[in-house]
């Protein structure tokens, strides 16, 4: 992945949209009284009251103030402002505290109007809902979040959310990413009713249902991304699939089936037949072969990987409909798409339509949206709701079977899913349950990009010790200072709150998506030792001598891989020997490098520690061991024109990296082990194919390029990668990584010491 992108991605993940559904605005809405909505109380040009900006932002110069002109209405308005960021990037967040005691146990609805204005691609912002719990805490990654806001013009924007029952504050907020400028006005706060209304229990999929539900899933993805219609493009196709699940299990027969799939898709795709398999073909193609009366273009989907913002944010993927004119030579609609979609029906689903003046042909008759879902106005979406859990296993499950580019190299069975999938969500009793099937789901593409984030997921901490796996064993790698309650390195974990270590890992490792074992491992890992802030984790362990142990410890550090590590790193740039240099990727900038330069061009040998993520490095360091132009690896984004991935081509592309002076002139090793993946593979690639260093420690992940997030209803966030990167020569990468040239493994005698003899070994090889 570029680093630029990545950066991208990340704020991108920030701030995806939590997938709540709702109707038309209810007319049983019940605003709340809350001072300065309108913004008309406040001084121009000051703070305007009862809305604030952290002192954390403050120090980096974001700012809110009352302006008095270009309100949206009345006289004055809200102006958010950000500071010029690194590269154009930062992240600020303007926020109102609320009174949860009336609120608590409520759905409610904010809703504003807000104008942006960027000055670069990947801007853009959101309103937010977030909630404090008792001890004044915020929950992490709670927040409850809007469509992205990129427009220059006034737009009204809401997001939904069910207060909890103790909350002690409602947050409301604006967030803005990039260098850019947001205006808010006519704010509003709505109590909509209460909380997990039209909620449908768990139950199980009949077998008919099951059959029901793989048809419509499989319609739902031909006709939402390759059926050119306009009323498609136009489609909430959220909304559509919460209605879908529920009209489509409900057939008791094939006839029934094509009936509800017609009343459901017809609207949005007149041009669409759907009937029984085993009964009377349909009416004629309304997409004739030859031109009707007023076509002057045929409409198609074209997708360079997928857009799934829908146009709304920086992404190096694309999703358009490419219109050709009739006379373009060899221009028809073409034959639609047959497809038996079980269950007893078969769908005729056109990929091409004609397109007069006034949109495309048929112009669908009134009403042009699909069916209302059977959930009351303001329905808050929830994976406590089952139509919503199968909604999401619909969409999500659509986006890799047409879009994932490695099903040929991992060689999943992706069909046989579905039907697992569908089931599961349609008994999981609660949203925690089904974030485990969708972690099982995306599990099931071997990708190591492959990630679902959970609403209201706190997995932020970890207790006073780190872990690694050494000589096939789970082993206390490092302590914090303050000690961890009696457990040392080099101690052998045996059981995991009650559970064999064998067994807790084999559990965490079926949940986590991964190319290779090594990444799996890595984040199984790290997954076991996460959790909230002070959840308790209980251990048994096998000190060296012998005698075992049990220990019960808080979780009490925060997980922040870039300022901890299993290894005992040194300085992360330091003269660690006489002309001997170690520089640690996770924490050193390019100002780090750049005020080093003169000494590292000296330097006798240079260690580059790779075992994790250089989130802050440019591609500086290969600058300085070149004498001629270099370029990455092989970028693919695939294309796609049909569903199925049928016909799959790609766009080949690289960047390039230009010497620059001065040349770093001793031996160079750089450290590795299956921790680094992505943007750190795009770097070791380089140093792979070109020889710039020994390559030493044990495989990388294997999964580079740009990552794709997709926001599921239900606040569910799914990162996957949406592109294929080949080695230099063209080989594969994924599930392969790069290879050490000097293999090294930790030992536990080592650990136990708390050597590091990886880097040791990387100071011999630049030694000699």
Known sequence: MHPSRLRTFVLALALLVVG????????????????????????????????????????????????????????????????????????????????????????????AAVRFAATSPGQRARLWIAFERPGKTRQPGGELRSDPITLPTWKRYEVLAEVPPDATRVLLGLAVVGDAKAWLDSAALEVLGEAGAGREPARPLSERGLQNLRAFARLYGYVRFFHPSDEAAGADWNALALAGVQRAERAATAQELARSLTEIFQPLAPALRIYPTAGPKPAPDLSPAQPPEGAIEIVSWKHAGVDLSGGTQATAYSSRREARPLKARGVAPGEPLLADLGGGVTASVPLALYKDGKGTLPHAAPPRAAPVPDKPEGFVSSGDDRATRLADVVIAWNVFQHFYPYFEVVKTDWPAVLPTALRSAASDPDAAAFSLTLRRLVAALHDGHGGVYSPGSDGTHRPPFLWDWVEDRLVVSSVDPQGADGAVRGDVVTRIDGRPTAEALAAEEALTSGATPQWIRFRALESLLAGPPDRELKLELRHADGTPATITLKRTQALDSAASSNEPRPEKLSEIRPGIFYLDVNRITDDDVKGAMDRLAQAKGIVIDFRGYPSRLSPILIAHLIDKPVTSAQWHIPRFTRPDRVGMEFDFSNWPVAPEAPRFQGKVAFLINGEAISYAETYMGIVEHYKLGALVGGPTAGTNGNVNPLTLPGGYRVAWTGMQVLKHDGSRHHGVGILPTVPVARTLAGVAAGRDEVLEKGIEVVSQ
């Open 20 to 111: 709540s559904f709702s109707a038309e605005p209810s007319r049983a809405a019940t605003p709340i009284a809350l001072t300065n909505l309108d913004f008309e109380q406040g001084e121009v040009g000051q703070a305007p009251p009862d809305w604030s900006v952290s002192e954390d932002d403050r120090r980096k110069g974001y700012a809110a103030q009352t302006v008095g002109d270009g309100a949206e209405a009345g006289v004055k308005c809200l102006l958010f402002r950000t500071p010029t960021a690194p590269e154009g990037y930062g992240f600020g967040e303007l926020v109102r505290p609320v009174d949860a005691t009336p609120l608590r146990a409520k759905a409610i609805r904010f809703r």
